[in-house]
C-alpha cells in the first residue's frame, strides 16, 4: 500500500523568505513522487516530479525538491517567497505496479505574507 | 495544446436529485481520471479508464455513482440521487499513457448538494 503524509495544513511565510513544505511518503516499492500545486477554483497544475535518477528535482516557478530515500521524504523548498506562491500544495505519490494509481497527500495550504 | 475541459463548473442541487458531469481529455490520452476533492482534502480517485475500459473503480460508491467512457474519449460521471455528503469538488484528469506519467487535470467542477 502507499499513502502520502504532508505535515502542516496551514504554513505561513513572509514575502522573501525560504519555503519549506514537507512531504513523507510510504511505499513498498521504488515510488514516483509528484508535487503539485492548486490556485482557487482551478485543477491542479504539476511543479515537479521524481521518477528515477537525480534525487535533487527542479520544478516550475524556482520550486525544488529532494527525495531522500532513506527519510521517505520529499519536502518542496523555494528560497524566496513571492506573493503569487498563495496557493494549495499537494504530495502524491504512486509506483509502476499501481496501474499508476495516484495517492494525494491532504495539502498544504500555503500564505505569503507581504 | 488544449487542455482537459470540463463542464459544468458550478452546480447546484438539491439531495435526492440526480447530477452530471463531462469532461474531454486531452486529445490523444488513452488514459483518464475521475477524482473527487472534498474541502481541506486531497483527491480521491474514484475511477480509472483505459481508452474505454474501467482500469479501476475500486473506490466508486456504485448504488449511487456510475461513469463511463464510451468512445474512448470523453467521459461522463453521474449521481443518482445525490446525498450531502456527496459536495465536492469533482477533477477529471488525463495521461497520454497508463504507467508513470505525468497526469493533467481539468478546472474542476464544483458539487454543492442542499
Known amino acids: 500500500a502507499q499513502s502520502v503524509t504532508q505535515l502542516g495544513s496551514h504554513v505561513s511565510v513572509s514575502e522573501g523568505a525560504l519555503v519549506l513544505l514537507r512531504c513523507n511518503y510510504s511505499s513498498s516499492v521504488p515510488p514516483y513522487l509528484f508535487w503539485y500545486v492548486q490556485y482557487p477554483n482551478q485543477g491542479l497544475q504539476l511543479l515537479l516530479k521524481?521518477?528515477?535518477?537525480?534525487?535533487l528535482v527542479k520544478g516550475i516557478n524556482g520550486f525544488e525538491a529532494e527525495f531522500k530515500k532513506s527519510e521517505t521524504s520529499f519536502h518542496l523548498t523555494k528560497p524566496s517567497a513571492h506573493m503569487s506562491d498563495a496557493a494549495e500544495y499537494f504530495c502524491?505519490?504512486?509506483?509502476?505496479?499501481?496501474?499508476?494509481?495516484?495517492?494525494f497527500g491532504t495539502g498544504t495550504s500555503l500564505t505569503v505574507i507581504p | 495544446e488544449a487542455g482537459v475541459a470540463q463542464s459544468p463548473r458550478y452546480k447546484i442541487i438539491e439531495k435526492r436529485q440526480s447530477v452530471a458531469f463531462w469532461c474531454n481529455p486531452i486529445?490523444?490520452?488513452?488514459?483518464l481520471y475521475w477524482y473527487q476533492q472534498i474541502l481541506g482534502q486531497g483527491p480521491k480517485l474514484l475511477i480509472q479508464f483505459q481508452n474505454n475500459g474501467v482500469v479501476d473503480d475500486s473506490q466508486l460508491p456504485k448504488d449511487r455513482f456510475s461513469a463511463e467512457r464510451l468512445k474512448g474519449v470523453d467521459s461522463t460521471l453521474k449521481i443518482q440521487p445525490a446525498k450531502l455528503e456527496d459536495s465536492a469538488v469533482y477533477l477529471c484528469?488525463?495521461?497520454?499513457?497508463?504507467?508513470?506519467?505525468?497526469?493533467?487535470f481539468g478546472p474542476g467542477t464544483r458539487l454543492l448538494v442542499l
Open positions: 486529445s490523444g490520452h488513452a488514459t
Open positions: 502524491a505519490v504512486t509506483s509502476s505496479n499501481t496501474g499508476n494509481q495516484f495517492y
Open positions: 484528469a488525463s495521461t497520454q499513457q497508463m504507467y508513470q506519467e505525468t497526469q493533467y
Open positions: 521524481y521518477t528515477t535518477g537525480a534525487t
